[in-house]
């Protein structure tokens, strides 16, 4: 039987309220990073409302009580202001959004319509944008907050048949910077987790082989294996915490060290 010392325990209930009293708004939240961030949150206290398309969603009312889902396309308007206001009427307010709902795409440029450049900026750099464009009229009502966004390894770095991605990535990350300019002054911090490859479902629609692809690049980063996404959402969790309260602005890897080459 194991037993926990007093600063053990102390440290636990610590994270266990570590966003009381705050609301959280996560989209793309069915699945993957998403569904992982919402556990965090719900866990250490936060109130969550979960955004996605996906059937999946229902479940998660039933699987952490308490949080609301809002069925719903990132990529509409209509879609953020409904999600924001989901966050003020149930909780009164918004204080943390986690923009992670995403879009991926492996063509060569040659190969890529204009339909499939559309489709994937649509979803990471617009769908990101109206979100954070409303997150922002909210969070200035309450004083403050924090905006943190899922990006990529491949918002600083080039990747072959990756053209949409890659640009919507680097539009992402510059988004980030000028929300977080924007935003200092009202108490609004921005910042976005540039991730390596993460063992997910997100090529799943484009590949049969998709978990053994991801997998196959393990070795392209220094820690010798690919991401899980309870740790994306981690990173993501810890800068839209008040441990991260001085960092606004900034571009973190968690790409197990493939752009420290």
Known sequence: MTSTTPSAEAAEAAEA?????????????????????????????????????????????????GVVTVTGDVTAEESATRAVGAAVDAFG???????????????????TTAQDWDSVMDVNARGAFLFAREAFRAMEQRGGGAIVSTGSYASTVGLPAGAAYSASKGALAQL?????????????????????????DFLDTFRPDSRAYL??????????????????????????????SFVTGAVLAADGGFTAA
């Open 176 to 200: 980030t910077k000028v929300l977080a300019l924007e935003g200092g002054p009202l108490g609004i911090r921005a910042n976005l987790v540039a991730a390596g490859v993460v063992e997910t």
């Open 215 to 244: 997998a196959s690049f393990a070795d392209v980063h220094p820690l010798g294996r690919v991401a899980r996404p309870r740790e994306i959402a981690e990173v993501l969790c810890f800068l839209a915490s008040p441990r991260s």
């Open 17 to 65: 309220a570590e966003f009381a009293g705050r609301t959280a708004l996560v989209t793309g939240a069915a699945r993957g990073i998403g569904k992982e961030t919402v556990a965090l949150l719900h866990a250490r206290g936060a109130h969550v409302v979960a955004l996605d398309t996906r059937p999946e969603l229902a479940l998660l009312s039933d699987e952490l009580p």
């Open 93 to 111: 307010g918004l204080d943390i959004l986690v923009n992670n709902a995403g879009r991926t795409l492996n063509k060569p440029v040659t190969h």
